[in-house]
């Protein structure tokens, strides 16, 4: 491992490094790392335009399957910035809590800074038009996993009311499957809001494994075809409770 940078934000401890070996895979990677061991995104220097995790893979498929003219895309959580760089003919809008990160992503991934803005992904949705995004994609996690404010019952009806009416939202979530009361109670608070709601999850060796879950609601039905969607299989949570703002 070769460290580019460390240093420590106000939210976090933050890792840029190379490396010949990623989750088992030869090659060259850059990295960005919190010091948590979470990886938020690396890039494969001998393809840079390569997209290297499964997630970003399928979302983009669902966001292009879905809606037949991407113009306007608003995403909450910048890490390397994936979704921006892959979408940038579009006009894009990118909200990141943590001023480093943003510029890392800029440094050492060649993130646009002009789409980057610094704060919370709520509030600054709350500033602009509604009916005005075809996408809003979450993809923001803290020390607990997705903050509660950002899935909400209050914060699906702001992005409800800014989305046209044919958008989507589709988040990212990381959580344990069937054992995971917080990820039903998100599927339960966007069934409320949405009259469609589709869930997807990475296959794991065990049911109590952590594994990446992709959401997606809209006013819409979803089309998806599976063998387009990076290896994500379709999942069914359980109706739990409703989130709302503490």
């Given at each position: 491992m070769n460290i580019l940078?460390?240093?420590?934000?106000?939210?976090?401890?933050i890792i840029v490094y190379e490396t010949d070996?990623?989750?088992?895979?030869?090659?060259?990677?850059r990295v960005l790392q919190f010091a948590n061991t979470d990886v938020q995104g690396a890039l494969d220097l001998n393809d840079p335009q390569r997209?290297?995790?499964?997630?970003?893979r399928a979302i983009i498929h669902l966001l292009e399957h879905n809606v037949q003219e991407l113009e306007r895309l608003y995403i909450i959580g910048q890490g390397i910035g994936t979704l921006?760089?892959?979408?940038a003919d579009r006009d894009v809008q990118i909200a990141e809590l943590d001023?480093?990160?943003?510029?890392?992503?800029?440094?050492?991934?060649?993130?646009?800074?002009?789409?980057?803005?610094?704060g919370d992904g709520r509030g600054i949705l709350s500033m602009q038009p509604d009916q005005h995004y075809d996408g809003i994609v979450l993809d923001a996690f803290g020390e607990t996993g997705t903050p509660l404010h950002l899935v909400s019952m209050e914060c699906l009806y702001l992005?409800?009311?800014k989305l046209h009416d044919s958008g989507y939202i589709i988040m990212n979530l990381i959580g344990r499957g069937p054992n995971d009361r917080?990820?039903?109670?998100?599927?339960?608070?966007?069934?409320?809001?949405?009259?469609?709601?589709?869930c997807f999850q990475l296959p794991v060796e065990k049911n109590s494994d952590v594994r990446n879950i992709i959401m997606m609601a809209g006013s819409a039905p979803i089309r998806y075809q599976l063998r387009q969607m990076a290896g994500f299989t379709v999942m069914q949570p359980e109706i739990a409770y409703v989130l709302y703002d503490e």
């Open positions: 940078h460390r240093q420590s934000s106000a939210y976090e401890q070996r990623l989750y088992g895979e030869k090659g060259h990677f997209i290297v995790f499964e997630y970003p921006g760089n892959y979408f001023v480093e990160v943003a510029r890392l992503s800029v440094k050492y991934f060649g993130c646009n800074a002009e789409h980057i803005l610094i992005m409800r009311s917080r990820l039903h109670a998100i599927y339960t608070t966007l069934c409320e809001v949405f009259a469609y709601v589709q």
